[in-house]
């Protein structure tokens, strides 16, 4: 600003200088997201109901607007769609609780002082480095196809050790325990490889926010006299609770992006039907995030901010 | 007789000392502390397993050699060990100078993305302009709507990229990711400026304070005297980036870009390549070559996360990530 532009009165309060700033530093991700991130999803809206074919010949598109025909044909035609959407969702929420619970409860181990722990927790961030995408795939495949050295579910390890699961389950079921809890529990068993390995990152944010609790608050309660049991409910939980939260919500859209709707978008999309595929993004899309934002109203109701 | 009365009564009246009870209390905490130790390490020790096994299994076997992969006595430890593997998996990936273009590459990408995250988060979290609420809602919205969903509209944009008819096909080159970082719109982007947005509130304000009476600018204050102090927090979002960005798959098959400048496309051809160029047909031993693939594949990020490592987890608990 110059001496010339004062004089005629041009010179911005403070607040207005402090926006103008302040949208200075937002500018790239602004001008981002309003072109890519809005206007892809705009656009996504519009090819839902469109047939679009690619020219072979010269690379053009040719769109045809066929209404809500490619809804129609997702909800009513498709052979799978439905079957993989309700699966894929009963899959986060199946994985969601345990995920949490998993990386809550290692994170409450790693968090005291012991010999090597560092290297234990380099260990546990480690399936964030292989399982990721491109290399996490290829592993996969590499295990389905040898067969090699470890089993790590339980149906294989009960195949290599010569155990019968199902007396176990049995004997569980004797016990009088509801189906319903007893189907949940030899589920998770089942996917405690898949839990381990998308823990990962919740389990780091977990230690990051135990070593934010102020220790004050733990002499107080060791003062008072309260055992170890009634800290880590009236002390860790309410004070995690923001962060389980956090860790809902990555969770969750983790568990989206690697789900098999997405996969069958991907490949939806990759034999060129491309409204089809923006059918199941958009609606997929849609009903995660209304579980997610029930989830987290529910959750938030119960939290409680210390600051 | 009256000897053993003695020691009952010695006996007797360490019972009921203090001393007695410290004692009684100390074997118990003792015994306590050592169950759980047990425990724990019972439980770190059967996680660690999960975790590691695959990765034990992928690199023994990068090592075995024919008849050690047909023999169904070797389990895990070769007996004739090779390091043909390793040759051919070098020799067919084109390796050296395709992983120096993919550091290139993710180097690159994580280095727009410190600098573009690091800028909004700061102006997020330092300045008061009209919508700021609404739009760091939209932040929160990148996080929850991932890319996978506006998948084909974005691989369209970068098709047909430009104005009008002036239109150029960015397919196959690394510019449609570096456009979308540059913007703040890549792979996770929307979670670094929250990170970053979190950190910069965490740090005291006297600091900016001090640079305005001094009279610094405020890109001054911003690259001079907060970017110096946000190690952590860059510490934090590099590693995420790197590892990340490395491992990508959804922006390499989107924009289909060049098996010649990402090293993970490449591992997805190589068992072909491999079995075409060397005449091998057994499914076995094409895995073998593929497994010592995998591990060259995964050597650079490994080294770089365990180098990084330290600091990384320090730079998570100090960046208030969950603040």
Known sequence: MTVKERKKGFRLSYEQRNSVRGYAFILPWLIGFLVFYVGCLIQLVQFSFLDIKIDAATGSRIDNFVGLGNYIE???????????????????????????????????????????????????????????????????????????????????????????????????????????????????????????????VQIILFIAALQSIPGSLYEVAKIEGATGYETLWKVTIPMLMPHIITNTIYTLVDRFTTSQVVQLANETYQRYNYGLSSVFSLTSTMITILILGLIVYLLNKRAFYYN | MEKTKKKLDAWQEFRTSPKYYAKRIRMRNNLKNFLLGLFRFIIIVGISYVILAPVIGIITQSFFSRQDSINPMVFTIPINPTLERYEMSLKYMDYLPILGRTLLYVGGVTVLQLLICSMVGYGFARYNFPFKKLLFGFVVVMIVVPLNTIQFPLYVTFRYFGIGSHTVNLLKTPWPTIILTAFGCGLRSGLYIYIFNQFFRGLPKEIEEAALVD??????????????????????????????????SFFANTFNISDSILITRKLDTLINVIANGEKIYTIRE????????????????????????????????RSGIVG
């Open chain 2, 215 to 248: 009279g610094a600018s405020p890109w001054y204050t911003y690259f001079g005297i907060m970017l110096p102090n946000a190690s952590p927090a860059i510490i934090t979002v590099a590693v995420f980036s790197i590892v990340w960005q490395y491992n990508d």
């Open chain 1, 74 to 200: 997702a909800f009513t035609a498709h052979a799978t769609f439905k079957q993989v959407l309700t699966s894929s969702v009963m899959d986060m929420l199946i994985d969601l609780p345990m995920i949490i619970f998993f990386s809550l409860f290692v994170s409450l181990m790693l968090n005291r002082k012991f010999k090597g722990r560092a290297v234990v927790r380099a260990i546990f961030f480690l399936p964030v480095i292989l399982s990721a995408d491109a290399v996490g795939a290829a592993i996969t495949r590499a295990m389905e196809l040898m067969n090699v050295g470890v089993s790590s579910t339980s149906q294989e390890m009960t195949m290599a050790g010569g155990v019968s699961v199902s007396y176990y389950i049995q004997l569980f079921g004797d016990l009088a325990l509801p189906p319903a809890l007893l189907e949940y529990i030899v589920g998770a068993v089942n996917r405690i490889a898949t839990i381990i390995k998308g823990s990962g």
């Open chain 2, 286 to 317: 094409q895995q073998l070559y593929f497994n010592a693939g995998v591990v060259l594949v995964l050597l650079p990020v490994v080294i770089i996360y365990l180098l990084l490592q330290r600091r990384f987890i320090e730079g998570v608990e």
